[in-house]
């Protein structure tokens, strides 16, 4: 369990664009599923999309009252009832886990379905997919690299620099592999 937590909270930190503060689904992986499978298990609807827009109905940045709304285009489902090139709306109030999105980006979205059929951000990792480095010269991201290495996870990155001893300097999870990895578990999943 020790495992488990340390292993989130140093991805966690590694993708740093979370729109919400995650919630882990810790019972979903005391019962054996990975961190992907919770995840994707949890939410209602999950998927690789482009955010077209982003807007708020607050008349300052200073303001909690008021909504934020975004406008996702489907680029690849992976759970919902969804499809490709579809448009999904999301409002989120803006005192509840929202934190703005920038549009014009790529994201793998993770969505709760609200009982008056409203989509809102997932009390998980929305993030903005972009390749994700270690730098094994830092200290922090040296101890992700290790946590990662004893969790296996870290097969997933790739050395994209070496110290002049030949050791990894740098490793990249690129964009392809984040999306080949949720592809495998949602496929997995049904």
Known sequence: MIRYFIATLLLL????????SPIVPWKLIEEGLTLEEAEITSA????????MESRTS???NDEMEGERHYIF??????KGG???????EVVQQRAYCSFPL????????????????????????TSRLRARTLDLSVTDD????????STGNIAAYEVSSTFDDGTPKSLTLTKEKQLEIIRAT???LR
């Open 58 to 60: 607050a008349l300052s």
């Open 13 to 20: 930190i590694a993708s740093n664009a979370n729109a919400c």
């Open 186 to 188: 949602a496929e997995r």
């Open 142 to 149: 040296k101890k992700a690299y290790e946590l990662l290495q």
């Open 82 to 88: 969804i499809h490709a090139h579809q448009k999904i």
């Open 102 to 125: 920038k549009f014009d980006q790529e994201f793998l979205v993770y969505l709760e379905r609200e009982q008056d059929g409203r989509y809102r951000l997932a009390n998980m990792k």
């Open 44 to 51: 209602d609807v999950v998927f690789h999309g482009f955010l």
């Open 73 to 78: 285009h489907v680029i690849e489902p992976f």
